[in-house]
């Protein structure tokens, strides 16, 4: 741990105006982003006694290496900046909240010639409206389900709606007036969007008005004694006010508003939003996070806020914002909101009346909330802790592996030899950090000189990280060239103390940080490979085993015995996950390159020629055969293609052996090349390994 007097700003250094500071630790990587109306105060409360401090606030002082800032005019930049940066390098001592699941929302699809309506989930989609979140799919549905009586908007996908168009008849729901079957023009792309923008009102929470409009048009229809169309307008009446009554009058006043309450203890908090539109609940979403900074409730409410309308515009900002405590820059926040929104945000914590008691709802929400998922997560959290300390007390470690990462090897009878390296952080996968290696040094098939190289090259890394920090000197760089690493130049220069390019950007370096636990897929040989490499690099604080698949026995280095876990042993079934995601991962990248390979022909080895010619090339002639009988003159006619590149062309043809006759196995008849015939294609497969 770093002393925070070692990297303190000097007197007078840092100035006193608003702006936005980054806390980076030894590797560089921003691990703090915050904001101050004052500089030169905010960060010298940082650097007081330590023993003084928040318990999370002197975790980070004493992670931390440096510290930088950058000036802002208003607040509300500093605002933004803040966000941004959060966004961007994702600081691992910032809040940050999570969705405790994924919240399905009511989606039209505005952007379409014939917008759609549907369920959809994660992120937003630019020129497509939502409603909601809602708590389950199957409320939207029950509520589209009435409206669409009303509003007959089109709800089937591009694929149902493209074959109706083709046979000419519509779905069901076009025959039950559900639909108004744009697809095969009863309606016109307008009538249809109007039908869309009426039904994007009606959610939106104008409801008085739509329906006073029917209800005069059913009393005309019956003054004229069109008893018929009365009924079904009073039909429509009626199924528009059951959808309604799906969404109680919380605010009798009709307002627009978001009110956000929180729970929250020593450790963790969870945050409730209800979406209120015209008086009525439309929405509702919840989030959680571990306090991992110092921060009382107001500040959670920031983050919420930050968070909430980060990406918003328009009408998606309320008119209003009612929050359980006002954080310490309101006329900040207030005005950035009022940015996003295009007018006047309220921000304010309700004092009486019916909004101060839908306040108490929405935060009975959020302490329920936090309760189950506390339920949910010690029970994780036990089995997982659990898992580590069997693995800890098997291989006889010092602490529990909180860190693990796994290597696999994959290749198709020695072709297309490929390495994956996957990351269990506390027992979870940590997907961001997973990578994937082509096998460099030599061809064919030997997965323990295979596994050698892969571990040398993800530890050569490490080891050139901790040479930038100067954790590791040029010394022990010169000590760990002794072992020769055929076709690795360029990390044997960078052990020497070469140039190494900076990524001084505060992201999470590839390699920067150690596990406590090599595991590599495999058995005696694997295991000694993966060790002897480490030792070559003078690498001596991570552990190394191999999980064997035949009786997935844990094997050590240079112990002539494995290592048998008991079958109901969380330690095993960790370990055997670790084993079978880097297997799946490396199978993934083995496919994903012979695949590639596969679909290579020889248009593919002509330098310079980009996919959209190489098509524009096959369009025109209409296979690899006759473009080959083609001539310089006759290839020049393809749009986009010039004279020296059809000469290009013409050449790398000429020189490509064309692949051998396809055979009809049913038949035997040998079929003419009219199709771009792959390189590298054979009529065996074999098994992957």
Known sequence: MADPSSYRPKPGQVPDSPGVYKFRDEHRRVIYVGKAKSLRQRLASYFQDVAGLHPRTATMVTTAASVEWTVVSTEVEALQLEYSWIKEFDPRFNVKYRDDKSYPSLAVTM??????????????????????????????RETVDLMLRVFPVRTCSAGVFKRSAQIGRPCLLGYIGKCSAPCVGRVTPEEHRELAEDFCDFMAGRTGTYLSRLEQQMHEAAEEMEYEKAARLRDDMGALR??????????ADATDADLIAVAEDELEAAVQIFHVRGGRVRGQRGW????VEAVDTAGLVEHALQQLYGEEQG??????????????????????????RGSLVSLRIPQRGDKKALMETVHRNAQQSLALHKTKR???LTTRSRALEEIAEALELDSAPLRIECFDISHLQGDDVVASMVVFEDGLARKSEYRRFQIKSFEGQDDVRSMHEVVSRRFRRYLQEKLKTGEWSPEDARNAETAEHAGHAEDTEALRGGE???EDDGR??????????VVVDGGQPQVAAAKRALEELGVDDVAVCGLAKRLEEVWLPGEDDPVVLPRTSEGLYLLQRVRDEAHRFAIQYQRSKRGKRLRSGPLDEVSGLGESRKQALIKHFGSVKK????TIDQICEVPGIGRKTAETVAAALAQAVPAGPAVNTATGEIMEDETPAPAGASSERGTEQ
Not at 132 to 138: Q, R, S
Request: aromatic share 8%; no cysteine; net charge positive.
């Open 315 to 340: 009408e998606a900002v309320p008119k209003e914002v009612l929050v359980p405590a006002l954080p310490e820059d309101t006329p900040a926040l207030a005005l950035w909101l009022a940015e996003r």
């Open 378 to 380: 010690a029970g994780d």
């Open 508 to 517: 999470p370096k590839r390699f920067a940080y150690p596990p406590q636990l």
């Open 111 to 140: 952007n379409e010639e014939y917008p759609r309506v549907q369920v959809m989930r994660g992120p937003k989609k630019k020129g497509v409206r939502y409603f909601g979140p809602y708590g389950h799919a199957w409320a939207i």
């Open 242 to 251: 059951r959808a309604m009554e799906k969404n109680a009058v919380v605010l």
């Open 288 to 291: 959680v996070t571990d306090k």
């Open 500 to 502: 190494v390019p900076a």
């Open 627 to 630: 473009l080959r009988q083609a």
